[in-house]
């Protein structure tokens, strides 16, 4: 993958994602309506307003190589519970209850307002082609804080440090 062949395709990849999320609109709520009970000590109120989760029988990727983008053979024909895309995240309907998967997406959702569409992407993609699905910088961030909510541990200010470190990676990556 060269960053210029995502950069070209990069319209034809968001309005994909955005024709997936106009098609589940209707059967989306918003996160805060779950009712789990520890999210709201991690992410605002507005945030959890205006995260969207959908429940489908099977997550899907964007069909990049037909968008015009190479080389992300694995990850377009892997198999995930959830996907986040912008404001909205798609989720495995066998883990509808899972307070702990909707916390790892709600993470995702924090990384795409801070970075933006192009930026999330790129960044996605760079640790994808360059370190794989499981040292991806983003999903990394998204495990290891997963963990710790698994754990139970307090994160004070999570929600500002998270965007912080999204925004420090990021500039790392010369996306600054």
């Known amino acids: 993958m060269d960053l210029r062949e995502l950069e070209s395709a990069l319209p034809r990849v968001e309005a994909w994602i955005d024709g997936y999320i106009s098609a589940h609109r209707e059967v989306a709520v918003p996160l805060a309506t779950r009712g789990f009970s520890r999210l709201g000590l991690y992410f ?23 968008l015009g983008v190479s080389g992300f053979n694995d990850f377009e024909h892997g198999s995930y519970w959830g996907i986040t895309y ?25 990384q795409w307002r801070e970075l933006g ?11 994808l082609k360059e370190d794989g699905y499981w040292n991806c910088v983003l999903e990394v961030m998204a495990y290891q804080n997963q963990t710790k909510f698994d754990k139970g541990t307090p994160i004070p200010n999570f929600e500002m440090e998270l965007a912080q470190v999204v925004r420090h990676e990021a500039e790392r990556a010369g996306l600054g």
């Open 44 to 66: 605002s109120h507005s945030t959890l307003q205006t995260t969207q989760v959908a429940y489908v029988p099977k997550v899907i990727t964007p069909p990049l190589e037909q």
């Open 117 to 127: 569409a192009k930026k999330f992407l790129f960044l996605y993609a760079k640790g």
């Open 86 to 110: 912008k404001d909205f995240f798609f989720i495995d309907s066998s883990l509808r209850d899972s307070e702990s998967d909707h916390f790892h997406e709600a993470v995702h959702i924090v």
